[in-house]
């Protein structure tokens, strides 16, 4: 089994910073990637972005490519997610998902396995 588990969300204002964590235990050795996904109320869950644990590989959302970054240490099995310039239209409820095998369609919500419980971010204006 595998977990996840997001922190480092919070209430904060607009133009600040926050980066979120996710933490993976269990068996996540040589898993292919880690996706953070948002969702907002009443919004469906979307894409933000992914690193795939080998090679480093990463992609955005068009609407946080320049603002939010993504990295991973592979040794603390720990993906980040830092969050610069931040604006109201980026409150939501933030996931992170492991893909434990190969795939494509990486912004899709429907391919990864294992899912985080989930942190709130609220960005006020």
């Known amino acids: 089994q595998v977990q996840l588990v997001e922190s480092g969300g919070g209430l904060v204002q607009a133009g600040d910073s926050l980066r979120l964590s996710c933490a993976a235990s269990?068996?996540?050795?040589?898993?292919?990637?880690m996706g953070w996904f948002r969702q907002a109320p009443g919004k469906e869950r979307e894409f933000v972005a992914v690193?795939?644990?080998?090679?480093?590989?990463?992609y955005y959302a068009d609407s946080v490519k320049g603002r939010f970054t993504i990295s991973r240490d592979n040794a603390k099995n720990t993906v980040y997610l830092q969050m610069n310039s931040l604006t109201p239209e980026d409150t939501a409820v933030y996931y992170c998902?492991?893909?434990?095998?190969?795939?494509?369609?990486?912004?899709?919500?429907?391919?990864?396995?294992?899912w985080g419980q989930g942190t709130q971010v609220t960005v006020s204006s």
């Open positions: 690193i795939r644990w080998s090679g480093g590989s990463l």
């Open positions: 998902a492991l893909r434990v095998t190969f795939a494509t369609g990486l912004s899709a919500a429907s391919v990864y396995d294992y």
């Open positions: 269990g068996r996540t050795f040589n898993s292919y990637a």
